[in-house]
């Protein structure tokens, strides 16, 4: 099955800092979505951006989805400490059988320093 | 307060042993989902769930089984068939399978096998 890739696998920035996160995939997809993981918890959605969309807000979050390229990214914008997790971004294609899979990333570890 | 419990949250077995993993839901969600997560990996989808009584292997299924007895229960078995059992399990549930490409997913906060 098709994977979404983060780039970067791990981010360092201060406090006030922006973070831009990178996600790459293979094949056609129906949506693309960004979560959020904090150290030993579960995850949380963020955000969902369809396939025919470009640019999606939400509050500090910015995501771009750029399907000719099958790439988006995910910018946070004045990052706080409290941001510090992983990110996963998640693929929603079809995988046969009138049936859709998300499929995840391996993520990217942001650390944000006060 | 609505949402998704795992219990245990920790929890320790043998190896040989079988486990089952609880997994309940009371957002009146019809898809439920299994996935394992190794540290430093994303999520792979063990089994998932559309509706009662109904489930289908995901990418990784060997050695592992569930059961959909009610829509508020999805429990996880981690069968001595696994090979490598020692994982964190999530849990998840969206509203339902057939567009759940076009829904998110709710987890929960996890449990953490570990066998010895």
């Known amino acids: 099955s098709q994977q979404g890739e983060e780039d970067p696998q791990a981010l360092s920035i201060q406090e006030g800092e922006n973070a831009t996160m990178n996600c790459s995939y293979k094949?056609?997809?129906?949506?693309l979505q960004w979560y959020r993981q904090n150290s030993g918890r579960g995850l949380v959605h963020l955000i969902l951006?369809?396939?025919?969309?470009r640019e999606k807000h939400s509050g500090r979050l910015r995501v771009t989805l750029d399907t000719s390229k099958k790439s988006s990214s995910l910018l946070i914008t004045a990052s706080r400490a409290a941001d510090t997790a992983s990110y996963f971004c998640?693929?929603?294609?079809?995988?046969?059988?009138?049936?859709?899979?998300?499929?995840f990333g391996k993520g990217t570890k942001l650390s944000v320093i006060p | 307060d609505g949402g998704i419990t795992q219990s245990p949250k920790y929890l320790f077995r043998k190896e040989g042993q079988n486990v089952t993993l609880s997994c309940e839901q009371n957002?009146?969600?019809?898809?439920m989902y299994w996935y394992r997560q190794d540290p430093g990996q994303g999520l792979r989808l063990i089994y998932y769930?559309?509706?009662?009584?109904?489930?289908q292997k995901g990418d990784i299924a060997e050695g592992y089984s569930v059961s959909r007895e009610k829509k508020e229960s999805f429990p996880l078995t981690v069968t001595s068939a696994q090979k490598n059992p020692t994982a964190f399990y999530l849990c998840?549930?969206?509203?339902?399978?057939?567009?759940?490409?076009?829904?998110?997913?709710?987890f929960g906060p996890g449990t953490r096998l570990t066998v010895t």
């Open positions: 951006i369809r396939s025919n969309e």
């Open positions: 094949t056609s997809i129906n949506n």
């Open positions: 998640a693929t929603d294609a079809y995988s046969g059988a009138g049936s859709y899979q998300l499929t």
């Open positions: 769930s559309q509706i009662v009584n109904d489930f």
């Open positions: 957002l009146n969600h019809d898809a």
């Open positions: 998840a549930s969206s509203i339902d399978h057939a567009t759940s490409g076009r829904n998110e997913q709710y």
